[in-house]
Structure formats: C-alpha cells, structure tokens
C-alpha cells in the first residue's frame, strides 16, 4: 500500500495569512494527488485533482502542486470560512489512500 | 440538485452485518463510479472500495476483503455497501461518493477523484 503522510498535523493562522501544508507519498504517483477539505461535521469536499487542477467551484485562493512524492496545499488568504481538516489521496494505485489529515484553526 | 442521499443510521451487535444504500439523484449513476469511504469517531478517513457502476466490476482494499460487498442498481440510481461479521471497530460513519476520472485536453489519464459525497450513514457495532 502506498503511505500518505501529511504535515503539519495542525496549523493556527489568521486571517489573510498564507498558509502551506505538504503532502508526502511512500513512492512515486507522479500526480495522481487529490485534496479534500472537511469541515467539521460535514462530508469532505474535492478541493484539488490531478495534484493541481482546481474543481470547479472551488475558490481560487485553493491551489495545489508537486509530483512524484512530495506535494503541497495553499491557501492564498486563509478566511474564516475555511476551518477544516485538509486530506490528501492517492488515486495511483488500490487501496487508494488517505494522509492523517492537517488540521487548519484561524487566531 | 446533484446529490448522494444515503439510508440512515444503524445499530448492530457485533457478528451481525449491516447494508447502507446510496442513491443519486440529479445524474445517473450508469456512467460513473460509487466508492465507499468511512470514518471512525475522531479519526481520518479509510477507503474501502469502488464498484463501476456500468460494468459491476468492483476492487476493495484488502482489509475488508471477504467482509465488504458493493453492488449497484442502474434502476433505482442506487449503490450499495454492505459489511459483514461487524466488530466494534467498524463503528463508523461510512460515506459513498461519486468516482470521477480526469482526463485533459490529449486524453491523457489523470486519474481518478471523488467529487460528489453523501451525507454519510453512523454505523454502531455495539453488544
């Protein structure tokens, strides 16, 4: 199986920071990346695929990017609105899989 | 509106097995691909499986090999998960999800994302 591993496991910005978290896979998956935003009690929501390719709907302070093992989340001007638990997921082979996830609290 | 209802929540001793349903509404499930993605209390989320809803063909994640089921019915738009020989560590919310897969302008393959949730279904295994 491939590894997901994310950092921070939590991060505390305020509002208008800009805010980075990585994702590292166990081995190459070239940019079969996605990421999801979980709000808190809600369904998780597609944020990213394809590593960096914005859903549609998605607010353009989301962006993502990388390749093979190492990726990264951003948001431009984190706002209050995006509280959440961020999680990346490898599409490149089954079991796809999941990193622990990044907790993002604002100040 | 585009949307995965699921059934609601369950109760079962552990032993027992437990089906929740997932049913689209505002597209048909025929062209797409339904997986199934849980969460226990507190903790990250766990692919379980996918089923293509076209041809049935279904690919699990070994753990629940031999313990998970995942069926379609073009019919009613609906999916279905269902998990046998329950044990207390499979209290969790179960989510299905829409399976889309990405391709650009070449074709080139993407690969695959899950773009529509539903709700999520509590499943508690308790004695």
């Known amino acids: 199986d491939i590894r997901m591993t994310q950092s921070p496991s939590s991060l505390s910005a305020s509002v208008g920071d800009r805010v980075s978290f990585t994702c590292r896979a166990s081995?190459?998956?070239?940019?079969?990346l996605n990421w999801y935003q979980q709000k808190p009690g809600k369904a998780p929501k597609l944020l990213i695929y394809a590593a960096s390719s914005l859903q549609s709907g998605v607010p353009s302070r989301f962006s993502g990017s990388g390749s093979g093992t190492d990726f990264t989340l951003t948001i431009t001007s984190l706002q209050p609105e995006d509280l959440a638990i961020y999680y990346c997921q490898q599409s490149y082979s089954t079991p796809w899989t999941f990193g622990q996830g990044t907790k993002v609290e604002i100040k | 509106q585009v949307q995965l209802v699921q059934s609601g929540a369950e109760v079962r001793k552990p032993g027992a097995s437990v089906k929740v349903s997932c049913q689209a509404s505002?597209?048909?499930?025929?062209?797409?691909?339904v997986t199934w993605v849980r969460q226990a209390p507190g903790q990250g989320l766990e692919w379980m499986g996918w089923?293509?809803?076209?041809?049935?063909?279904?690919d699990s994640a070994p753990k629940f090999q031999g313990r998970v089921t995942l069926t379609a019915d073009r019919s009613t738009n609906t999916a279905s998960m269902e998990l046998t020989s329950l044990r207390s560590d499979d209290t969790a919310l179960y989510y299905c999800?829409?399976?889309?897969?990405?391709?650009?302008?070449?074709?080139?393959?993407?690969?695959?994302?899950?773009?529509?949730w539903g709700q999520g279904t509590m499943v508690t295994v308790s004695s």
């Open positions: 999800a829409r399976k889309v897969d990405h391709y650009d302008s070449s074709g080139y393959d993407l690969g695959s994302a899950f773009d529509i």
């Open positions: 081995q190459s998956i070239t940019t079969y």
């Open positions: 505002g597209f048909t499930l025929s062209n797409s691909g």
């Open positions: 089923i293509s809803v076209q041809n049935e063909y279904t």
